[in-house]
Structures are given as C-alpha cells and as structure tokens.
C-alpha cells in the first residue's frame, strides 16, 4: 500500500513540478550567469524582423570581377551546378523507350506499355522530371481516347493526384520511385496534362541527381472505352528534363 | 532435292540480315542524351545581345533535335511545371551551330558531341526584371502506324535566369511569410515538425540560408543550418534542413521536457537582408504519467480487493 501512494505521490510531483521548470528560461534570463547572459544576447536578436529589403551589388553574387566585366561587356555568366574534375558539368538523360505500342488495348484486356528515364549529373544536382501529353490518342477522323478518371467517380484522379485505378477506361500513367505525387499502390495512376507548343506538365521526380543517377519507371496503361471507333490512334507524349532553379 | 551449302549458306545470310533489320527499329528507341551546362544565370543590361554555348552530347543512335527556348516556372501546387511559348517574350532568341550558320534543327551522330549557340538579343525597352528560360532540345521520334501507339518526344533542358539590369544593382526583399510548430504543446517523445516557408518578395532572385535555433528550458541549445537555395521572385519556398522531411523544414526527434524556443534566421542574398522569427512549443511526459496514474489506480483497486 506504501508504495502505491509513494508512485502517486512521485507521479504529482513530476506534474506539478512541469510549469516550474517551463518557467526556468525565463528566470535564467534575469539571473544572467555567463550562460544565461548569452541567452539573453541571443534574445535581443530574436526581435522579430519578419520583413526585409536591400539593393546589393552583383559582386557578392557573381563573384569580385564581375562589376567590372558587366559595365565593359554589358553582361555577366555564371553557372552555379558544380563542376567534376575534368571541369565539365552535365545533365545526362537516357531513355529505354521512346515507342509505345499497346497493341493488346481493347474492350476486355487493357494494354500496358513501359519506359524507364534515367537521370545523370554531377555532385546532387537538383533535376525536375516532368510529364505531359501534346494531345489524347486520336484516329484520322478526329476520334479519341480519353483520359482515366480512375474508378472513384466522387473523388477522380487528377494529373496531380494518383488514384487507384483498376476497373475504368482511359489513358493514365504511374511512376516507380517518384517523389512527387502518389504512386505507393501499383494501382496508382494518374492522367496526364495535354498541350504541345506551351502548357503544364506534371512534376514526377524533383530532387538531387549525382554520378551514381536517378531511374524513373514509368507505366503507361491504355483501356479504351467500349463505344470507341475502330481505326489506328496516335498519341505524342513528353517527358521533360530540366535543372532546378 | 537437298539445297547446295551455298544456298544454305545465303539463305542463313539473307536470315541474318532481316533479322538486324528487324532489330534496327527497336535501337533507335533507345535514347541518351546529355547537355551541359545544365543550368546557367544571366546579368544582361538592356540593349545588349550575348551568344551563349551549350554542348550536345548523343550516346544513342543517330538523332535529330530541334532547339527550342521556352518560359520556365514551377507552379503554385510545387507538383506542375509550367514551359511557356516564348513568343510573346521581349527577349528573342535564335540559334546557330558551330559554322555561326543559323539553323532550325541538328542532327548529331552517335558519340558525337556538336554545339548550339543560343544568341540572346535584350531589347532596350525592357523592364529590370528576372526572366526565368529553359534551353530545350527536343527529339522527334516517328509515329508508327499501329492500332493504338503512342511516341515520347524528349526534351532535355538546360534552365537559363536571366536579370535584367542598367546598374548591376539588384534587389532583395523577403519576408517568412510562415514559421511554426506543428503543435504547440507535444508528449516527451512524440516528434516535433517545423515549418519554415520565405517569400521573395522582390524582383530579382536570391539565395536564402540561416539557420534554425533550439533553445531549452535548461540551457540546452541546437542549432541546424538551412541548405542554401535561391528563392525565384516573386515566388516562395520550403527552408529545408538536413532533417526535413515531407513538407517540414525540420522534424525534430528525441525525449523534450518544459518549455522550448525556436527561432529562425533567415539571410538573404549573402547578409544583405536578415529576417527573423520566433516561436515556441512544450512538451511534457503525458504517456508516461497516464502510464504511472493507470497503474497506481489499478495497484490500488488490486490491494484493495485482496483486502
């Protein structure tokens, strides 16, 4: 019985004693032993400065030269992705396929087509690997294949947002080793942007590349809906490569 | 009537060349492709016309590309990317290869390494601004004449920030527009996420770094420095660590007790502008006293009953 109101009483100390030791910082403060007094320097500089403005000079940017290059040359260059040994600095893009064929693509079986992108550079250079469709699947008489929705009607996939995706009809796409978006399930898809000449393209891998490189797998999956005409679609997609700024 | 050896022979030979030209589709599928510089950042005044080099190097069979200059920016959500035509820009760009021959197209050989030379002409009328460019090459594979086919057109890319400046001034303005704690008041031993996101609120790029402070209720102090990134203007960004995770700047780990002080300085543009935040959290034993508690009560009903 002792002991039982001995580890209730230990327990009501330990809480009582919280607030009291929450409060020690700021008693530190006002005791200002050389410990505490540094504290309350280090406070001082904490006045919030949330805001800030300056004009500065492209010298602390791009280097001790460079005033003078610019007011002779009228310009200034500087790359800022680190150099290897011999100097020489890189974006390598490798890619296993450039031509899909779902030559399986109907009513009953979808059709599942795969390309891998890898990504080469130098010293945890930040890529973006992007994705997007110039158009949907269409035949000479302007009929097309339309992109998945993926099989929860109330809440879609978007070509941002991964849903799982194993009954419906359409075009969409899933990624191995993203670190942009969804793509934990193998069920996973999303579909893709559309435009050519300009347009969005959906981020599937943001992140430092080295020497070792980055792989991408990608999985393009085709089920056209049961009303689609008989003819031969074509389709262009784009997968863009490019540094971080 | 057995065919001669010399049939045979031509008819294995005949095989074989079918064969390599049946494969021969299937290689040109396969792409490699590298560009340097992969990134590049630009101090023109207005007026001036530059040439800028890049390096095209084909490790895949023999391809044709088409250079291409478009707008770059990273959308709002951080999961689009937006490659704008160039059209409408004031900045006009054109390119040349190596014979300074004006050209719309190249086609580079396997393991051969040819130059594009991308010339940049900055009309005077221009406003002192930051453009941000990507420096595309962009493949052309065929489309095939199958049921249902599809061809992915690659663009390799090199980014190009242009400033655009009379005096070779430029501007910093930031602000943190959020530093906070996940939750304010945590269990000992539950993981503590921060969130610290800075604005460029200016007109030209800047590089931000700092560090985040942790200050104890007992003396205890850690400091983690923020890795260096250039925030693009008028845009904002996620401060990251070596301890971020997700969408935290910093996910603290470890047994916290009392009251705690985390403040964040941010630099901007090599200390020409240093921004400043503060908040705090608190964090208490509640598993381990609800344990102690439980376990008192249930020692107590126990001795109780044996009574």
Request: proline share 4%; aromatic share 8%; charged share 20%.
């Amino acid at each position: 019985m002792r002991l039982v109101w001995l580890n209730v009483f230990i327990v009501s100390c330990m809480a009582s004693s919280l607030p009291l030791v929450a409060r020690m910082d700021v008693d530190a403060q006002q005791l200002q032993s050389p410990r505490y007094r540094i504290e309350s320097e280090s406070l001082s500089l904490q006045q919030d400065l949330e805001q800030g403005s300056a004009n500065y000079d492209i010298s602390s940017s791009f280097g001790p030269q460079s005033q003078k290059q610019f007011e002779s040359r009228g310009y200034v260059a500087v790359s800022r992705v680190k150099t290897d040994s011999s100097d020489r600095s890189y974006l390598r893009l490798q890619l296993s396929n450039s031509q899909l064929v779902f030559d399986k693509a109907d009513i009953v079986d979808e059709s599942i087509q795969k390309t891998s992108v890898k990504l080469t550079g130098i010293s945890a250079t930040p890529f973006i690997v992007a994705v997007r469709q110039a158009e949907q699947f269409k035949n000479s008489f302007g009929a097309t294949v339309m992109s998945t929705n993926c099989d929860d009607k109330s809440s879609p996939c978007t070509p941002t947002l991964a849903r799982e995706w194993k009954t419906g009809f359409g075009f969409g796409y899933r990624v191995d080793r993203s670190t942009v978006g969804e793509f934990s399930s193998k069920y996973a898809f999303r579909p893709l942007y559309q435009g050519y000449s300009s347009g969005k393209s959906a981020m599937i891998f943001r992140g430092d590349v080295n020497k070792d490189g980055q792989k991408l797998d990608l999985e393009f999956k085709l089920r056209p809906q049961p009303q689609t005409q008989t003819g031969i679609y074509q389709s262009t997609i784009i997968i863009t490569a490019t540094t971080d700024f | 009537m057995r065919p001669s050896k010399s049939a045979r022979a031509l008819t294995l030979c005949l095989l074989i060349v079918i064969f390599c030209r049946v494969q021969a589709p299937v290689e040109a599928q396969r792409l490699d492709l590298a560009v340097a510089p992969p990134n590049i950042e630009l101090l023109i005044k207005p007026g001036v016309r530059m040439r800028v080099p890049f390096t095209i190097t084909n490790r895949s069979d023999e391809i044709s590309l088409i250079p291409l200059i478009k707008t770059f920016a990273i959308l709002g959500d951080g999961k689009s990317v937006e490659y704008g035509s160039a059209e409408g820009l004031p900045i006009k760009a054109s390119f040349y290869d190596e014979k300074s021959e004006l050209i719309k197209s190249i086609t580079i050989k396997n393991g051969e390494v040819k130059k594009i030379f991308v010339d940049l002409n900055v009309p005077s009328s221009i406003s002192e601004r930051d453009y941000s460019l990507a420096f595309i090459v962009e493949t052309q594979p065929e489309l095939l004449d199958k049921q249902y086919s599809a061809r992915i057109k690659t663009q390799i890319a090199s980014s190009i920030l242009v400033t655009i400046t009379k005096s070779g001034k430029t501007q910093a303005k930031g602000t943190i527009d959020v530093f906070k704690v996940a939750r304010n008041i945590v269990d000992s031993f539950d993981s503590v996420p921060i969130t610290l996101h800075v604005i460029n609120q200016g007109k030209n790029v800047v590089y931000a770094g700092g560090a985040i402070t942790v200050r104890g209720s007992l003396g205890e102090k850690v400091i983690y420095p923020l890795e260096s990134h250039n925030i693009l203007s008028h845009s904002g960004r996620l401060m990251v660590t070596k301890l971020s995770k997700d969408e935290f700047s910093i996910v603290l780990k470890g047994f916290f007790i009392g009251r705690y002080s985390v403040s964040a300085a941010v630099t901007l543009a090599d200390d020409t502008v240093q921004l400043s935040r503060s908040t705090k959290f608190f964090a208490f034993p509640f598993k381990i006293i609800s344990v102690a508690i439980l376990g008192s009560l249930i020692g107590l009903i126990l001795l109780r009953n044996k009574r």
